[in-house]
């Protein structure tokens, strides 16, 4: 079973930065990890996400603003966020996808708050 756990959230001002962190443990097969990010009574939507080959794709409002990278020495990454907006408010949600199965595991989110 992959364990999917997340961290870093946290109470921002609009314009600051915040990185987030997620560990997969359970597994090293993994194809992909990503970043999704959910408010209420919306979709959940695709932040960005890397590829085991360290390939990226990112949501377009996102954009030089956000970069995802990741530890090659541990089922690791990360979520550099800079110049935050309020739009960027959301809980954030880590998703392993496991190579050849494509199962697909999820974190149980952190919270980031950007406000005045």
């Known amino acids: 079973q992959v364990q999917v756990m997340e961290s870093g959230g946290g109470l921002v001002q609009p314009g600051e930065s915040l990185r987030l962190s997620c560990g997969a443990s359970g597994s090293t097969n993994i194809l992909s990890m990503g970043w999704y990010r959910q408010t209420p009574g919306k979709q959940r939507e695709l932040v960005a996400e890397?590829?085991?080959?360290?390939?990226?794709n990112y949501e377009d409002s996102v954009k030089g603003r956000f970069t995802i990278s990741r530890d090659r020495a541990k089922p690791t990454i990360y979520l550099q966020m800079n110049n935050l907006k309020p739009e960027d408010t959301a809980v954030y949600y880590c998703?392993?996808?496991?190579?050849?199965?494509?199962?697909?595991?999820w974190g149980q989110g952190t919270q980031v708050i950007v406000s005045t």
């Open positions: 998703r392993v996808r496991i190579q050849i199965s494509g199962d697909t595991y």
């Open positions: 890397i590829s085991k080959f360290g390939n990226t």
